[in-house]
Structures are given as structure tokens and as C-alpha cells.
């Protein structure tokens, strides 16, 4: 493929696809052209959408890439949302996620000791929204579940991977501009450890 195509061919890619592309998906749509040059022209896009000015531009979120609006025409993005449903976190269910997103894995005890409060029902939203998963067992007499984040957690937060995870007082800020979004769609987790039906709260 020629290589204006190509470059034609990776922005439509990303545009139509609801979740982050990774560099081997493309390869493997775009008959396996090199990662090298997918990057490069992802990086030319980059600077063009930049130099250009537009509304939009491509982030490496969740280890693909995914096209999103520029922070800055976020009050336009509330004001054409505000009358659709929205699945907007609590308040108790930002702060049950802050605590699993930097100290996981936890059992659910843990989390309502750091809490003092009964998590049952946000833990239950939260594998519902598919923001956390159970990561597996600890080795303690029951052998509770313990629970960590997603890769729809990075999605959903527009972070890498968790190293881009911002300071803990600051993740209420994150979540403010991760509520642009409006709607949650859940989507499966690659290889989790689950060790029950995902709604069940061990």
C-alpha cells in the first residue's frame, strides 16, 4: 500500500473504532506493514491535528490508540450531553475506585476498612461498569477475592497504562474530565482472573 493510503487508511481506523487500536490490530488489517511506520505516521498525525488546530487528537490510551476531543471544548461537550441518560460514578464510588486503582490488589475488606463504610453495592457498580475486575485470591484463611482495575479503567480515564495514573489528591480532577464522556460501555477484560460470575461480591 502506498504510503498516502496508508496514512489515509490508519486515520479511518482509528476514527471509526469505538475503543483504542493497537499497532498489531492495524498491522494485521493493513497487511502487516511495519511498526515502525504505523507509529510514524501516527506521530505525523499527531503534529498535524496540532498544527491545524482542530478539535480533536489521537491519544495512546490503554496500549492503542484512540481519537478524542481536546479538553478545552469540554464545557460545548456538557452543554450537548446534558439532556441524554447519563451513568455518571458517585462520589463513594470514585473514592472505592481511587483506593483499588493505587493500592491493588485488595479484598473487599480491605477497601471498607481504608472506607469505614459497607462497599457492597459501589463494588457491585464498579464490575458492572467494568472498571474493576477480580484479579484473583489472596492467600489468607477464605481465600477472598482481590480486586484491581481494568484495561476499560484506562479507557474510561484516558490513561496509557497505571504509571500515568496523576498524584491521589488529583484523581477527583481526572474523574471530573473523564465524566465528559457521559456513557460507560463495558467491554470484556483479555485474560482476567475471574473466579465467579463478575457481579458477585466476595
Known amino acids: 500500500m502506498e504510503e498516502n493510503n496508508l496514512k489515509s487508511a490508519v486515520e479511518a481506523l482509528i476514527f471509526a473504532s469505538e475503543r483504542p487500536v493497537t499497532l498489531e490490530q ?7 506493514p511495519e511498526s515502525g511506520q504505523l507509529r510514524k505516521i501516527i506521530d505525523g498525525l499527531k503534529e498535524e ?27 460545548f461537550l456538557k452543554k450537548l450531553y446534558k439532556d441524554r441518560g447519563v ?11 481511587a483506593i483499588i486503582a493505587y493500592k491493588q490488589p485488595l479484598t473487599k475488606s480491605e477497601i471498607e476498612s481504608l472506607r469505614n463504610v459497607n462497599v457492597d ?28 482495575t481494568t484495561r476499560q479503567f484506562l479507557e ?33 477484560e483479555e485474560n482476567a482472573e475471574v473466579g465467579n460470575e463478575p457481579g458477585q461480591v466476595a
Open 121 to 148: 453495592g459501589v463494588m457491585k457498580s464498579l464490575l458492572d461498569k467494568n472498571l474493576i475486575r477480580v484479579s484473583g485470591r489472596k492467600k489468607i484463611p477464605g481465600r477472598p477475592f482481590v480486586f484491581g
Open 87 to 97: 451513568d455518571k460514578l458517585s462520589k463513594p464510588a470514585l473514592e472505592s475506585l
Open 26 to 32: 492495524l498491522k494485521k488489517v493493513l497487511g502487516n
Open 49 to 75: 491535528y496540532e498544527a491545524e488546530n482542530r478539535g480533536f487528537r489521537i491519544a495512546e490510551i490503554a496500549g492503542g490508540f484512540q481519537m478524542i476531543t481536546c479538553s478545552a471544548f469540554a464545557p
Open 156 to 188: 474510561h480515564f484516558g490513561l496509557k497504562s497505571l504509571d500515568d495514573l496523576p498524584k491521589f489528591e488529583d484523581f477527583n480532577v481526572l474523574a471530573q474530565e473523564a465524566q465528559i464522556k457521559n456513557e460507560i460501555e463495558p467491554i470484556s
